[in-house]
């Protein structure tokens, strides 16, 4: 072979090893301006995707505590409106809430009369028995 052909040759080599140099770089420059951001982006997506999920659990949670809660004010509410409803006709008829008083203790004091009487009944026969 002649210097000529050694030559070309040499500079064939030279411009393979030059290409394959670029076309590296070229891969290397594509990687990090599509492939590395699609990644990232698919990665805040996913991230996006659980923050919903975690938002639509919380506001779940959220209208069960306040449909909870408005129940609760509706039936201290009713209980309230009753309450005033007493005071008011308590306001307007003292005279039944006096005799309501009267007949509660009366009633009161029988029960314990007769506890205390069969007491003092069963007290007095076990005493006889024992003498």
Do not use: F
């Not at 140099?21 to 599509?34: D, Q, S």
């Not at 805040?44 to 408005?70: C, F, P, V």
């Amino acid at each position: 072979m002649d210097q000529a052909g050694i030559y070309i040759k040499r500079n064939i080599s030279e411009t393979r090893e030059a290409m394959t140099e670029k076309i590296t770089m070229l891969e290397h420059r594509i990687h990090r301006a599509v492939i590395v951001p699609k990644l990232t982006i698919d990665a805040a997506i996913e991230n996006i995707s659980q923050i919903k999920g975690s938002m639509e659990e919380t506001r779940s949670a959220i209208d069960y505590g306040l449909e909870t809660m408005t129940q609760s004010v509706e039936e201290t509410l009713v209980k309230m409106e009753s309450i005033a409803e007493h005071l008011t006709q308590m306001g307007h008829n003292p005279w039944i809430l006096l005799a309501s008083a009267i007949l509660m203790g009366y009633a009161a004091g029988s029960l314990n009369r007769a506890k205390l009487g069969v007491s003092h009944c069963a007290l007095t026969q076990a005493e006889g028995s024992y003498r």
